[in-house]
């Protein structure tokens, strides 16, 4: 419950708390339904994960970073950008051939390409046998991500919505999955696997596997994590639809839906935390904001944060009582997350980074590079900071030079280094010391950071000369910086039982809560973390039903049916 007080309170049909991607995608298809939305950032700038900065802009001025996401593949699996026109508002995807560049520490490397056939061209210099394999296993998992896509790109619980989405191809992906009965078992089987049980089902060659590995633990899990089979499917995905990046940068998303949000009228204001969430008469209302200023929402507050910090930090207790009696012991006791984070290492180059044991190209440093020896080592740099331990002894990592497929984010002749490094939130041994009690210091990450970098350096000797500046992010300050809890920049763990319809719980895994108007979007609602802009339309569509429910139901379903009849028929 609150108090209005004497001053006017600015109303608004929506209210959404955070500006990140999926918040600005959910104002987007409010404002074109002829809803007034306001959005709430807490950062001097809106994004979330999705920005791009000059991050040191007194040591390496006019170097342009990305301080969290870079690789855009999941956006590419749904209709937001066409849908919402948003090469019309400044944003043009470049994408990445090759995709991936993996060295092994025997001079051997794998080049991923975004053509499957040269892929495994690719890999039949180490191992014929292993390619014939990767042909077989890429269409096993671009049927299954036929399948998939429906059901990302709907509510989980809407029937109607996931119909609407079968054309005849993806109908034909669904039937070439299942069929008998045994076919249907082993399908789910494979699926309840772990992405290491699948890989080394297919392949013998380490140099294959284990850089398919460290591509699956970008779902925040270990390769042997059972019922995460699924993430075996990250490299599939860098064939179709694809490894694009936003020119001039990540942020470069963001600027085009700022530019449609405002120009539907929308509002975007920043330096603005919300503390509370107003319920009056089991409604969700409106928002108070630090310093105290209020904004009323008609229709909808919706959330683009944790359900953790909205139920347990911006909530009265009572409020969230009233609704559901149970729901928040609920939350802070079934919604959990693993203790791994990513310590980030953005690097401003006098020259790229040149891997001279492994016949260098500029061109394979053009999509991802990993640095993964092994299945194992990948292994040990997930398990590691599960129970508080730093993988840094013998670094695995995840990198990029954006700056070879988009030279506008540096001065000319320049490069930037992104790397990503898994690491624990919470150092075990050291609670209560460091940032957040954490015992993340200062000297600490750099320490850290300096031993990644020297693992780097044996692949290409030139870096540590080639760095004019560098800015490290421990878990801490990521945490901080974008408002995840521990780090989580998920939100919520991506494993099977935290995906669809238990995501983050099942009764509020349809973007709805027990306290009407209010709604979830946002990486820890369906179908989950990454650059996608699906939960953010998701949401949306679950806002429009619930204001319009028989006139909604009745398009979606016609909408449904001749999409369906239509592609069936092959009109």
């Not at 949306?540 to 204001?547: D, S, T």
């Amino acid at each position: 419950m609150f108090l209005q007080g004497c001053l006017s309170v600015q109303t608004y049909d929506a209210v959404i708390i955070g500006a990140g991607h999926n918040g600005l995608v959910c104002a987007a298809y409010l404002l074109k339904a002829g809803y007034s939305v306001l959005l709430l950032e807490k950062r001097p700038i809106p994004g979330g994960g999705c920005t791009t900065e000059e991050l040191m802009p007194e040591e390496a001025p006019g170097f342009r970073f990305n301080p969290c996401a870079i690789d855009h593949v999941f956006i590419h699996l749904g209709p937001v950008v066409q849908e919402l026109q948003l090469e019309k508002y400044g944003l043009e995807y470049l994408y990445c051939d090759p995709v991936v560049f993996c060295p092994h520490p025997d001079g051997r490397y794998f080049l991923g390409r975004r053509s499957v056939e040269e892929t495994c061209a690719e890999i039949a210099r180490f191992s014929p046998r292993d390619a014939l394999k990767y042909a077989e296993f890429v269409d096993f998992w671009q049927r299954a991500i036929g399948v998939f896509i429906p059901l990302f790109n709907a509510p989980p619980k809407s029937l109607i919505d996931i119909a609407g989405n079968f054309d005849a191809a993806k109908l034909a992906d669904l039937g070439s999955i299942l069929g008998p009965p045994d076919k249907i078992l082993d399908f789910a089987q494979t699926m309840l696997t772990s992405p290491r049980e699948m890989i080394e089902e297919w392949f013998d060659c380490e140099v294959l596997k284990a850089p398919l590995a460290r591509l699956a633990g970008e779902l925040s899990t270990p390769p042997s994590q059972k019922n995460m089979a699924f993430g075996a499917m990250m490299m599939v995905t860098r064939h179709n639809p694809g490894l694009a990046r936003p020119r001039g940068g990540t942020g470069a998303l963001t600027q085009a839906l700022l530019n449609l949000v405002q120009s539907l009228g929308g509002v975007v204001l920043c330096d603005q935390n919300v503390e509370r969430v107003l319920v009056d008469d089991s409604r969700a209302v409106g928002v108070r904001v630090t310093g105290g200023t209020e904004y009323r929402a008609k229709h909808a507050v919706i959330s683009n944060i944790d359900a953790k910090r909205l139920f347990l930090h911006l909530l009265d207790p009572q409020d969230v009582d009233n609704a559901n009696p149970a729901l928040r012991e609920r939350v802070e006791r079934k919604i959990s997350g693993n203790n791994e984070a990513i310590l980030k290492i953005d690097c401003a180059l006098s020259e790229p980074p040149r891997f001279v044991h492994h016949n260098h190209q500029d061109e394979y440093l053009m999509g991802s590079v990993l640095i993964a020896d092994s299945v194992n080592h990948v292994e040990i740099a997930h398990n590691d900071p599960n129970v508080g331990k730093i993988p840094d002894a013998n670094p695995s990592m995840y990198l990029a030079v954006p700056t070879m497929r988009d030279p506008s984010m540096a001065p000319e002749g320049k490069h930037t280094l992104w790397i990503e490094f898994f690491a624990p939130y919470q150092i075990a041994g050291a609670e209560g010391t460091g940032l957040l009690g954490t015992g993340w210091t200062d000297e600490l990450k750099n320490q850290v950071a300096d031993r990644v970098i020297d693992k780097l350096a044996q692949y290409a000797p030139n870096v540590k000369d080639a760095i004019i500046a560098r800015k490290v992010e421990s878990p801490a300050e990521l945490s901080e910086r974008i408002g995840v809890l521990r780090g989580n920049y998920y939100h919520i763990d991506m494993t099977f039982d935290r995906m669809m319809f238990f995501r983050p719980l099942p009764e509020l895994a349809n973007y709805k809560t027990p306290i009407a108007g209010l709604y979830l979007t946002g990486a820890g609602t369906h179908p989950g973390g990454s650059i996608s802009g699906m939960p953010g339309r998701n949401c949306a569509r679950v806002f429009l039903h619930e204001q319009q429910p028989v006139l909604q139901t009745l398009k979606d379903a016609g909408k449904s049916l001749g999409s369906t009849v239509k592609s069936v028929l092959n009109l």
